[in-house]
């Protein structure tokens, strides 16, 4: 690998200590009853989850789960990109980068990615082995900070390099959800390296409106769904510096910011975010924004978008050529349209309608996931 360096995730007992300081002094007597999730991070659950944040919540023990992995930094345009590189099982893995998004970090990888790398030792087939490559995105917990806003498309090429000039990848596979859905919708796009890719999200919009019925019925039925979810995404890709003086200083802050979206977007039951996620899950991905001190710019990529021209792929109708394998989860935040309207963007060729799951499929299900990542690999031919 060239110009990479091994690094080690180690926290300072001093900030770890200032953190735990902060949570304990929150002004919770400040608080108005919250309507239980109605108009915002429920305050009961709020008070309980800080209780054992500073009371039974081992961030070593979650630094160990990370540094299981080998870790690398990278100089790639200019910044300190970090990732995880487990080489997978057998002679021919292939490789495999996932991406993540906001608010997530590589921490929704972490039970993941060994089920990728080595299938044979957890019921599976050497033959279905991926090398794995996980990056924080840039400006995302352990990667450095860009220079300014970068957006998706940008993310792409950075990624693009990693995996061709640092690690020497000829051809490759990408996977994402969220923001790691656009950005592999753009590796695929644009970047001849990337033989194929897979998503579980459609953040992209092709030039020409819905046609048809069934396409205009979704996209009336999308724009009505998003109206309570715009507050978050207008301020972080218009004024996101605003709001990062308050939440860089509230640990709080951030966690209730952050848990509002795990709670809101995902495939719970009874209204209990912890019926998917344990505390310890939700801890360390908010963690990671707070020890790195990236809420601010990670909160960039909303403004990158916008400076790069939006969800539209392409001003002239192009598509995604490359073999692309959708994995359709029925809470997903952001719906998916009728295949037709996704088939003039990507070149789908595996469709998949999950019985279950929703945003942050990668942690919420992630043995349907891995399940269509490998079929979808199995038919492609380089």
Known sequence: MNNCKPYSVEVSDETLRDIYHRVTRFPWHEMPDDGDWEYGTNLDYMKSFCDYWTTEFDWRQQ????????????????????????????????????????PGTIVEFLDFIDLLAHPEKHGGRVEDAFDVVA????????????????????????????????????????????????????????????????????????????????????????????????????QQATKPQTLSYAMMDS????????????????????????????????????????????????????????EEGGRVLSPEGRRVEVPTGCALFPKELLAWPPRSYAERIYNITRWTEMPR????????????????VRNFSRTLTW
Request: hydrophobic residues 40%; contains cysteine; negative net charge.
């Open 357 to 372: 799951g929703g945003h942050f499929a990668a942690m919420e299900a992630p043995g349907l996931l891995i399940e269509d």
């Open 63 to 102: 630094e160990q789960k990370i540094n299981r992995f080998a870790n690398f930094k990278a100089q790639v345009d200019g910044i300190d990109l970090h990732f995880i590189h487990e080489k997978g099982s057998g002679p021919n893995p292939r490789p495999l980068i996932i991406s993540h998004g906001w």
């Open 251 to 306: 640990p709080v802050g951030q966690a209730a910011w952050i848990l509002e979206k795990m709670h809101g977007w995902s495939d719970i039951k009874d209204n209990d975010v912890e019926s998917v996620y344990t505390k310890d899950q939700l801890l360390t991905n908010i963690m990671v924004y707070i020890v790195t001190r990236t809420f601010n710019t990670a909160s960039w990529i909303y403004y990158g978008r916008r």
């Open 135 to 234: 990056p924080s995105l840039p400006g995302f917990g352990f990667s450095g900070r860009p220079p300014r806003p970068w957006g998706p498309r940008k993310m792409a090429s950075v990624f693009d390099r990693l995996m061709t000039d640092v690690l020497g990848y000829e051809k490759y596979l990408a996977q994402g959800g969220d923001w790691g859905g656009a950005i592999s919708s753009w590796l695929g796009f644009e970047h001849s390296a990337c033989a194929a890719i897979h998503i579980n999200i459609l953040t992209m919009r092709h030039k020409d409106a819905p046609q048809g019925a069934e396409e205009i019925a979704w996209e009336r039925q999308f724009d009505k769904d998003q109206m309570l979810q715009d507050g978050y995404r207008t």
